[in-house]
């Protein structure tokens, strides 16, 4: 199975750059704005999209992709709507790999073999779902991996040599390091202890390991892309949004513009780092 996520970072791999990924909300603030702000990030410099399905207990997420998801799901973003979202992009876009993340109680409630049929017809490579552990694979990982899907898993600093080739076991794509344990949005973890994790997680596989939580500027991203295949940045996009939108949830700006002025920035960063051959 070979899907865009692995021809993405095999070409990257051979321009000898890091990816810079990029996670919204799906349907934050509405349907129209949302995919617009998708269509926005290719050009702007994204190499992958996460695309976050709204749920209303997120218990993994920070205050601003909590506040995100609460916008979408008023605005009545559904998982349907999220599934048509990323079907609308593929029709002007049919390269840039798309992950859906979130949780699983959505993708159980529309029903596990639906979920994944009409995921692979919208043009979804990959899952990154944050409440289902490795010891829960039958329940989705499995069949998404069955359906041609990648399946993405988090390692974080906690996640030790005992238990990672067990989070690693049917991990495919790239792995997804959080670079620090809490909610999303924390400040920065310490950049050197970031390399290290990378050196250790790359002893137990050779898929891609991208680094995320924190990174809100070029310089972050240039630093983290000096070791990790790929940067992840999600927060600081989502806040993009959600600084253009007024108190009674007009526009005071473009939210797509805002949004691609930042990864524009963060894009000049990564493509600034370059990997080291010996790591």
Known sequence: MTTRIDRR????????????????????????????VMKALP???????????????????????????LRALKNGQTLHKTLQMAADFRKEDDDTPIVMMGYYNPIYIYGVERFLADAKA????GLIVVDLPPEMDAELCLPALKAGLNFIRLATPTTDDKRLPKVLENTSGFVYYVSMTGITGSALADTSKVDDAVRRIKQHTDLPICVGFGVKTAEQARVIGASADGVVVGTAIVNAIANVIGPKGEMTADPAEAVATLVNGLAQ???????????
């Open 43 to 69: 050009k702007a410099g994204s190499d992958v999209i996460e695309l976050g399905m709204p749920f209303s207990d997120p218990m993994a997420d920070g205050p601003a992709i909590q506040a995100a998801g």
């Open 122 to 125: 919208s043009g979804i490579d």
């Open 269 to 279: 960063g990564v493509r600034a780092a370059r990997l080291q051959a010996a790591k």
């Open 9 to 36: 970072f095999a070409k990257l791999a051979g321009e000898d750059r890091p990816a810079l990924v990029t996670y919204f909300m799906g349907g934050d603030p509405d349907y129209e704005t949302s995919l617009k």
